[in-house]
């Protein structure tokens, strides 16, 4: 745990660092829908919500707006800002409320997950076993939202004179807007008129819709976050309160996740000595036991974020504030992580002192019996050469050497993006056939290399029975398709681990 204490001053200064230039860089002006979808898509992820919920409630309730033309906060009645927080009963900052848009979403998801606790301790009607994984069961959390008012019960909508329910305007924007299906409770257990009875329990419908919601892992870093000043630990999952933890506290998952009383609840050990359940939606993973402190701030809940890390600890990627894994990479970037894997192996038969015929990996093995092709500093036998920036030419060099880019007789176009067959054919020399795949038809297995060369159909194999470079979709390669970042790291790691599964 003493990662945990080191890191608890570096986090709390990040947190903070990050509110006030939210407040600064948003102060009287709204942003794009793009960035305010982006802000929520970050709450929502936090807290455990699915993302199309929050930011259809956004879209119902503000329109995405959280200011008016003139600058001053959008405020209708007593409710304020974009998640129209009605900040009557002071749990909340006003100020915040009005100028700052994080913490007004912060607020509004706050205040979803109180409605959904009604709804999950049955102050109000609720839905199946409430998972809140399942859209179809936030559906009376949606309607106490709107204030738990008769008027949204379908069967009185002509008595209001209302075309929809509040309930309904949020399922029509995630279908319209997002692309989202949220199918309907069966309404036959609702009354005829007023509110339902709050011990009626509907059945979740039989079609569901995944609100992919991330869930945690035993030995996860994680800090007690939200917009309160104070959480509760609790003996059992929705057991008695035992520990008052305050924001931004560290601690590390050692159970979990158990499904409760509408919550993915975990148990955390908190200051080495304390420990005890807490929901899921007040928990923000750092980093975890085996990796550390997660060194790049957008991977906490990325599928590569553990990828990443080794390679950060191999000495590929370097630090920095973000790693922005689901952007392109380009070729110059891949090539350079190549590179530098590649590397790995040159130090390993170094260290080990490994004699010639017992290397890991060794030139011969990648360029086969021609011998290597020797480029003067400088020198790369592409018309763009002097396209790639100084810092990635050795790299470069260093594969073009082992005749790695031999499939770019003239242009390389460092800096354009790569696709997924292009990497397929840079990595083919470093993976060797597998002999108990020597039969397989890759046609069988992916349906849209038929337009491919042999050599990249025989890439596009090889990557694949090495595990370097996997499908999109059911029957699909998809070939043409752009390398992003992270699947870039994926790679990186299947190179890596061909030296690592030697070492050990």
């Excluded at 002006?29 to 259809?56: C, F, T, W």
């Excluded at 919601?213 to 309160?228: N, P, Q």
Aim: proline letters at 3%; aromatic letters at 12%; charged letters at 25%.
């Amino acid at each position: 745990m003493k990662i945990l204490k080191n890191a608890r001053k570096i986090i709390l200064i990040i947190f903070v660092s990050v509110l006030v230039l939210n407040t600064f860089v948003y102060a009287d002006y709204n942003p794009s829908r793009e960035e305010i979808e982006k802000m929520i898509d970050e709450v929502a992820l936090k807290r455990g919500i699915p993302s199309v919920i929050l930011k259809s409630i956004a879209r119902v309730e503000s329109v995405y707006q959280h200011f008016n033309k003139d600058g001053s906060p959008k405020i209708s009645g007593t409710s304020i800002g974009l998640m129209q927080i009605n900040n009557k009963n002071g749990g909340y900052d006003t100020n915040k409320l009005k100028y700052d848009i994080m913490y007004n979403i912060e607020a509004g998801a706050d205040v979803l997950l109180s409605k959904w606790s009604m709804s999950s301790y049955q102050s109000v009607a609720c839905v199946g076993n409430m998972d809140p994984n399942v859209l179809e069961n936030w559906y009376f959390a949606l309607w106490a939202y709107n204030g738990w008012a008769q008027s949204n019960n379908p069967h009185m909508l002509s008595s209001y004179a209302k075309k929809y329910t509040y309930q309904q305007l949020i399922y029509d924007i995630a279908k319209k807007e997002y692309g989202q299906t949220i199918n309907n409770i069966d309404f036959s257990y609702l009354p005829s008129t007023g509110k339902p009875s709050r011990s009626l329990v509907v059945p979740t419908p039989v079609y569901t819709n995944s609100g992919n919601i991330a869930l945690y892992e035993k030995g996860d870093y994680v800090r007690i976050d939200g917009v309160r000043d104070v959480y509760q630990l609790r003996d059992v999952p929705s057991g008695k309160y035992i520990y008052d933890v305050a924001v931004n506290t560290l601690a590390v998952v050692d159970e979990g996740p158990v499904l409760q009383n509408g919550y993915y609840w975990y148990k955390v050990i908190v200051n080495d000595d304390k420990s005890g359940w807490i929901e899921r939606n007040w928990l923000t993973r750092t980093g975890d036991t085996e990796h550390g402190r997660y060194v790049f701030e957008d991977i906490a809940y990325h599928w590569a974020r553990k990828l990443i890390m080794d390679l950060y600890h191999e000495g590929i990627v370097s630090e920095s504030a973000n790693f922005y894994p689901e952007n392109l990479i380009t070729k110059e970037e891949f090539l350079i992580l190549v590179s530098k894997s590649l590397d790995k192996f040159d130090e390993f038969n170094q260290k080990n002192n490994v004699a010639e015929g017992e290397k890991v990996i060794g030139t011969e093995e990648i360029i086969g019996n021609e011998g290597p092709t020797i480029f003067k500093n400088g020198e790369l036998p592409f018309t763009d050469a002097q396209d790639i920036n100084p810092w990635a030419t050795e790299y470069i060099q260093h594969l073009a050497n082992y005749g790695l880019l031999n499939n770019y007789e003239h242009e390389l176009k460092p800096l354009g993006t790569i696709t997924r067959k292009e990497a397929a054919c840079i990595i083919d020399g470093i993976f060797t056939d597998n002999n108990e795949y020597k039969d397989l038809d890759i046609h069988s297995i992916f349906k849209d290399l038929t337009s491919l060369s042999d050599n990249e159909v025989k890439a596009i194999k090889t990557a694949y029975i090495n595990g370097a470079i996997s499908g999109k979709g059911s029957g699909s390669f998809s070939p043409d398709d752009y390398l992003t970042r992270a699947e870039a790291a994926a790679i990186m790691i299947k190179i890596l681990g061909k030296y690592s599964t030697v070492q050990r």
